[in-house]
Nanobody, 121 residues
């Protein structure tokens, strides 16, 4: 019902910036909580940033102050501006729609395939 596709990943040096974008199709997500999750090798998938339709946001402590999530409901897109990147930010980043909270962590009902972000030192 909802298809998500990420773009903007790539290789960047420590301290650099990237902007990830997610395009949605199939259903308007104006009322969805949208998020960016990431999963590094050997680690659990975590929510990096979440945007609720009412304007509230959440950022993981590890990215707070460096990442900014934004959305354009008219275009069905959500972006993640990533600044001051660190090697520990290296991960597959996945766009998610209809984010919920369950048993101490954020979940989502719709996922994009992911885009690789690699931060070199």
């Amino acid at each position: 019902q909802v298809q998500l596709v990420e773009s903007g990943g790539g290789l960047v040096q420590t301290g650099g910036s990237l902007r990830l974008s997610c395009a949605a199709s199939g259903r308007t997500f104006s009322n969805y909580a949208m998020g960016w999750f990431r999963q590094a090798p050997g680690k659990e998938r975590i929510a990096a940033a979440i945007s609720w339709s009412g304007g509230s946001t959440y950022y993981a402590d590890s990215v707070k102050g460096r990442f900014t999530i934004s959305r354009d409901n008219a275009k069905n897109t959500v972006s993640l501006q990533m600044n001051s990147l660190k090697p520990e930010d290296t991960a597959v980043y996945l766009c998610a729609a209809d984010v919920t909270y369950y048993r101490g962590s954020f979940k989502a009902n719709y996922w994009g395939p992911g885009t690789q972000v690699t931060v070199s030192s």
